[in-house]
């Protein structure tokens, strides 16, 4: 099957710029999820969709950070303004549950860097 | 919340032997307990998972073991190849909804 899609793979802003990322998950995924992995660190989770209602957003900066699942499907997480601790790779997510278990499989991610 | 901790964050060993990374969990409510392993640039996959039911679990290689009464669990590598060098996640979750990852671990094998 094919896997988590997820554009721009890489992107150069100033501070105080927006930047928006788009994830296509794995076809037949309900839950999807958005996480912050800064370098050297684990991912940290950042929101969580089940089809297009948000699950989980508690991690979300949300005085500058939005993200939208419209139609249960593709999903955009946004950042405005920008600043130079945002700077990380953002991992996109999907999951399918099978006995209970969300199994989760990543895309490539977009590396951002804030100058 | 829940909390992972992982070690070590380094490790180098040997091609062909066997190398081990250790994780703690802080909520004994945790059932899911998913390893992965991410490539310079790549993204994170998933190599082996683990439930609360179960106390080790073998695929190949890699092993995972889960000590519910202690709050760990460990990774298992026998028998190193060149291409295990990575980063390797531990995580943890309560219905397997919301992963809390670890510190991650590189490894590295030396030829």
């Known amino acids: 099957e094919a896997g988590v899609a997820q554009s721009p793979r890489y992107k150069i802003i100033e501070k105080r710029q927006s930047v928006a990322f788009w994830c296509n998950p794995i076809?037949?995924?309900?839950?999807l999820y958005w996480y912050q992995q800064i370098l050297g660190q684990g991912p940290k989770l950042l929101i969580q969709f089940q089809n297009n209602g948000v699950v989980d957003d508690s991690q979300l900066p949300k005085d500058r950070f939005s993200a939208e699942r419209l139609k249960g499907v593709d999903s955009t997480l946004k950042i405005q303004p920008a600043k130079l601790e945002d700077s990380a790779v953002y991992l996109c997510?999907?999951?399918?549950?099978?006995?209970?278990?969300?199994?989760?499989?990543f895309g490539p991610g977009t590396r951002l860097t804030v100058l | 919340g829940e909390n992972v901790e992982q070690h070590p964050s380094t490790l180098s060993v040997q091609e062909g032997d066997s190398a081990v990374i250790k994780c703690t969990y802080s909520d004994s409510a945790s059932n899911y307990f998913p390893w992965y392993k991410q490539e310079l640039g790549k993204r994170p996959q998933l190599i082996i998972d683990i439930r609360s039911n179960v106390g080790e679990k073998k695929d190949q290689r890699i092993a995972v073991t889960l000590n519910k009464t202690a709050k760990h669990f460990s990774l298992h590598i026998t028998e190193t190849q060149p291409e295990d060098s990575a980063v390797y996640f531990c995580a943890a979750s309560i219905g397997a909804q919301k992963l809390v990852f670890g510190q991650g671990t590189r490894l590295t094998i030396n030829p």
């Open positions: 076809s037949g995924h309900a839950t």
């Open positions: 997510a999907s999951s399918l549950v099978r006995q209970g278990i969300y199994t989760q499989y």
